[in-house]
């Protein structure tokens, strides 16, 4: 591998493919030039998928880092591995990221899920839905909510929609707290899962009272309506 010179450059973004790739949709965002294409394999199908994207697997630093993962956290971990491995060759920290959702062309399309959440950060939304079913919180600047908090983990935990169930999975050394609505008292949610079954509350590392605490506010939405309060 070489050193970033004058004829090699930083990348300017990143393209996750989530399992069987879309790629028509990658190629239109891409466009037709010359563009080279840093590939990072994570399936076995990833050679014959570079070329059949006209692209190349390379050791120097490119305009665009693919990355064919099975799910959207397996490339973030991957996003995370080459920021510590390849820091002299590929440099996207402040890249913009994009995500192409699985698409297999030869299978039937999938039912959409008639679920879908609402994600509120302080000013942030963010959707939780057939699109985007996987929402990841932590340290990592690769998670969708990266928060700097010493009570965080680098991968705190994750929200997954699975079929017409939100499931919170914790991985974290603090834990995380959840009020659903109406109730009073929050639990505690540690290395385990727990499915949402109402709008709610989520705080990671603190309880949710406690000042400057890292929390969201998850609202569900199903068949076009808003669940009742």
């Known amino acids: 591998m070489q050193p970033v010179n004058e004829h090699t450059h930083q990348g300017e973004c990143v393209h996750v493919i989530?399992?069987?790739?879309?790629?028509?949709?990658?190629?239109?965002?891409?466009?037709?030039?010359?563009?080279?294409?840093?590939?990072?394999?994570?399936?076995?199908?990833?050679?014959s998928a570079a070329k059949h994207l006209g692209g190349e697997i390379v050791t120097h630093a490119t305009d665009h880092l693919v990355i064919l993962a099975p799910n959207r956290e397996?490339?973030?971990?991957i996003v995370e591995?080459?920021?510590a491995k390849l820091a002299t060759l590929w440099v996207p920290r402040n890249a913009e990221v994009s995500y192409f959702a699985r698409v297999d062309e030869h299978m039937t399309p999938r039912r959409s899920s008639r679920v879908h959440a609402r994600i509120s950060y302080g000013n942030e939304i963010f959707l939780l839905d057939s699109k985007a079913p996987l929402f990841t919180v932590g340290r990592l600047q690769s998670a969708c909510l990266h928060i700097q908090s010493e009570r965080v983990s680098r991968r705190h935990a994750t929200l997954e929609l699975q079929s017409d169930r939100i499931i919170l999975s914790d991985s974290s050394?603090?834990?995380?707290?959840?009020?659903?609505?109406?109730?009073t008292s929050s639990h505690r949610v540690h290395q385990?899962?727990?499915?949402?079954?109402?709008?709610?509350?989520?705080?990671?590392?603190?309880?949710?009272?406690?000042p400057k605490s890292a929390r969201i506010t998850l609202e569900i939405?199903?068949?076009g309506r808003r669940q009742a309060s």
């Not at 397996?74 to 971990?77: D, F, I, P, T, Y």
């Not at 385990?192 to 406690?210: C, P, Q, T, W, Y």
Request: proline residues 0%; without cysteine.
């Open 173 to 183: 050394t603090n834990g995380s707290f959840i009020r659903f609505e109406g109730e």
């Open 18 to 47: 989530a399992g069987v790739a879309n790629t028509k949709a990658l190629m239109e965002k891409l466009g037709e030039g010359e563009t080279k294409l840093f590939l990072v394999r994570a399936l076995k199908r990833a050679e």
């Open 74 to 77: 397996s490339a973030a971990l």
């Open 81 to 83: 591995s080459v920021q």
């Open 221 to 223: 939405v199903q068949q």
């Open 192 to 210: 385990r899962k727990l499915e949402i079954h109402s709008n709610a509350v989520i705080s990671f590392g603190s309880l949710i009272d406690e």
